[in-house]
């Protein structure tokens, strides 16, 4: 059973980890940065040690000072969380080495989903359906010579990661060519991988994603769907969970290859499988996150099942402590991703400090944040600062119910997207589930 867990992440899912922790009866260790100092996690964890200066490279994303901090502490396993390094074979490996259980899947495993072209040729292998594709593209040359096999559109992605990183669509051959090397150098910027490929770009497209988790003894679950689809520049802004876009046979079939997925590879602890989603209903895999997500409270609030404490049990040598037939889904529920920016301005980042921090609350709303009345926005690490999850019986009340809490909620002194909610939450479309992928560039924001 693991005792003591170091917490390699920041804000508000390493506030989140802690809370599983104590649950289970398990200490925890946060690390921060110097901007990080005054964060919460690092005043509600059992030990706190700062690991570097405000840059990422030098902290959060700097191995060696993450390993020291969990030998100096006596840690026995690291929760990477999501982001900066949870994706990180190297990282993994190296934990590994050091004799830390790393929560999270075998740095091989990593390795295989974490390269999306690799990850493309082994659901072939599997008989999994994937999108029209290319194998990695060495030139400009060789993408035209791709493209005009597959026909237009397609999207250029990035092996080595997402986030809209590496990503562009191109229309025609003029497009390939402007997009090619731009798409590369963000990738290698963001990746350190400037290694491309290409699909089919489905158009009115929907992007549902399925929660798994599995243990080390050959057992797998998925936990049902989540509809992603209300996203701004390929980052998710909205989730929920049911799909109002699945039927129920539709369901079963996505989630027995969901988990279908996660055998063929030997996939351990939690993760996402990805589908894109065409207009009639014909889905094809598109990428595995070998990781927690950010949006995992949606389904924690349909099942009420603790995604976090099965993660580290899992790790820790259990078995799952659910079964497929054990799993039952309640009501709807959905999510706000709450960012310090300027929707006024084209999204611009905001910095500065809450002068006044009121919660939204009453049944069934839940927030995981991990910031409070004083609390300074650092300028280096990504703006989102809450979650905001709502459940309802229907998703008509569970929408009533975010509005109602979206309304309640302040962050004075700091610009937020709040009022981007509001406004999508009275959109007849969003209300009625005519969403897709690009259904905020609808919205004309």
């Given at each position: 059973?693991?005792?003591r867990?170091?917490?390699?992440?920041?804000?508000?899912?390493?506030?989140?980890?802690?809370?599983?922790?104590?649950?289970?009866?398990?200490?925890?260790?946060?690390?921060y940065?110097?901007?990080?100092?005054?964060?919460?996690?690092v005043?509600?964890?059992?030990?706190?040690?700062?690991?570097?200066p405000?840059?990422?490279?030098?902290?959060y994303?700097?191995?060696?000072?993450?390993?020291s901090?969990?030998?100096?502490?006596?840690?026995?396993?690291?929760?990477p969380?999501?982001?900066?390094?949870?994706?990180?074979?190297?990282?993994?490996?190296?934990?590994?080495?050091?004799?830390?259980?790393?929560?999270?899947?075998?740095?091989k495993?990593?390795?295989?989903?974490?390269d999306?072209?690799?990850?493309?040729?082994?659901?072939?292998?599997?008989?999994?359906?994937?999108?029209?594709?290319?194998?990695?593209?060495e030139?400009?040359?060789?993408a035209?010579?791709?493209?005009?096999?597959?026909?237009?559109p397609?999207?250029?992605?990035?092996?080595?990661?997402?986030g809209?990183?590496?990503?562009?669509?191109?229309?025609?051959?003029?497009?390939?060519?402007?997009?090619?090397?731009?798409?590369?150098?963000?990738?290698?910027?963001?990746?350190?991988?400037?290694?491309?490929?290409?699909?089919?770009?489905?158009?009115?497209?929907?992007?549902?994603?399925?929660?798994i988790?599995?243990?080390?003894?050959?057992?797998?679950?998925?936990?049902?769907?989540?509809?992603?689809s209300i996203?701004?520049?390929?980052?998710?802004?909205?989730?929920?969970?049911?799909?109002?876009?699945l039927?129920?046979?539709?369901?079963?079939?996505?989630?027995?290859?969901?988990?279908?997925?996660?055998?063929?590879?030997?996939?351990?602890?939690?993760?996402?499988?990805?589908?894109?989603?065409?207009?009639?209903?014909?889905?094809?895999?598109?990428e595995?996150?070998?990781?927690?997500?950010?949006?995992?409270?949606?389904?924690?609030?349909?099942?009420?099942?603790?995604?976090?404490?099965?993660?580290?049990?899992?790790?820790?040598g259990?078995?799952?402590?659910?079964?497929?037939?054990?799993?039952?889904?309640?009501?709807?529920?959905?999510?706000c991703?709450?960012?310090?920016?300027d929707?006024a301005?084209?999204?611009?980042?905001?910095?500065?400090?809450?002068?006044?921090?009121?919660?939204?609350?009453?049944?069934?709303?839940?927030?995981d944040?991990?910031?409070?009345?004083?609390?300074?926005?650092?300028?280096?690490?990504?703006?989102?600062?809450?979650?905001?999850?709502?459940?309802?019986?229907?998703?008509?009340?569970?929408?009533?119910?975010?509005?109602?809490?979206?309304?309640?909620?302040?962050?004075?002194?700091?610009?937020?997207n709040?009022?981007?909610?509001?406004?999508?939450?009275?959109?007849?479309?969003f209300l009625?589930g005519?969403?897709?992928?690009?259904?905020?560039?609808?919205?004309?924001?």
């Open positions: 059973m693991i005792k867990i170091l917490i390699a992440n920041r804000g508000e899912i390493a506030l989140r980890i802690i809370r599983a922790c104590r649950e289970l009866g398990v200490e925890a260790v946060a690390v940065s110097e901007a990080d100092a005054e964060s919460l996690h005043k509600l964890a059992d030990k706190a040690v700062c690991i570097g405000p840059n990422p490279k030098e902290s994303l700097y191995v060696p000072n993450i390993i901090a969990a030998e100096i502490t006596g840690c026995d396993a690291v929760h969380g999501y982001g900066f390094l949870s994706e990180n074979a190297d990282f993994a490996d190296i934990c590994k080495k050091h004799q830390l259980t790393f929560i999270g899947p075998e740095p495993i990593i390795t295989l989903m974490g999306k072209s690799e990850a493309r040729a082994a659901m072939t292998a599997a008989g999994v359906p994937i999108v029209p594709g290319t194998a990695p593209l030139s400009v040359g060789q035209l010579l791709e493209a005009n096999k597959i026909g237009y397609l999207i250029i992605k990035a092996s080595g990661g997402g809209g990183k590496g990503m562009r669509i191109v229309r025609n051959d003029s497009d390939l060519r402007s997009s090619f090397e731009i798409a590369k150098n963000e990738a290698r910027m963001a990746f350190n991988n400037d290694e491309v490929y290409m699909e089919k770009y489905i158009e009115h497209a929907r992007h549902i994603e399925f929660q988790i599995a243990d080390n003894y050959g057992n797998a679950v998925h936990l049902g769907e989540r509809d992603c996203q701004r520049r390929h980052q998710k802004l909205v989730e929920e969970s049911p799909s109002v876009f039927t129920d046979e539709l369901r079963r079939k996505m989630g027995d290859i969901a988990v279908k997925v996660v055998k063929s590879v030997k996939y351990t602890n939690a993760g996402t499988i990805e589908f894109i989603m065409d207009e009639h209903k014909n889905f094809y895999f598109m595995m996150n070998s990781r927690i997500q950010v949006e995992h409270p949606v389904t924690e609030m349909v099942t009420s099942i603790d995604l976090l404490k099965e993660q580290i049990m899992v790790a820790g259990a078995k799952l402590s659910i079964k497929q037939s054990d799993i039952r889904f309640y009501g709807y529920a959905i999510e991703r709450i960012c310090a920016e929707p301005n084209h999204f611009m980042p905001q910095v500065g400090t809450i002068s006044n921090y009121i919660p939204c609350g009453g049944p069934f709303v839940r927030v944040t991990h910031v409070y009345s004083g609390y300074s926005i650092p300028p280096h690490y990504d703006s989102m600062i809450a979650k905001i999850i709502a459940w309802g019986e229907t998703r008509k009340e569970a929408i009533a119910r975010m509005r109602r809490a979206l309304a309640e909620v302040r962050f004075e002194g700091l610009t937020v709040i009022a981007f909610f509001e406004k999508l939450l009275k959109n007849e479309k009625k005519d969403i897709t992928t690009n259904f905020i560039a609808g919205m004309g924001v």
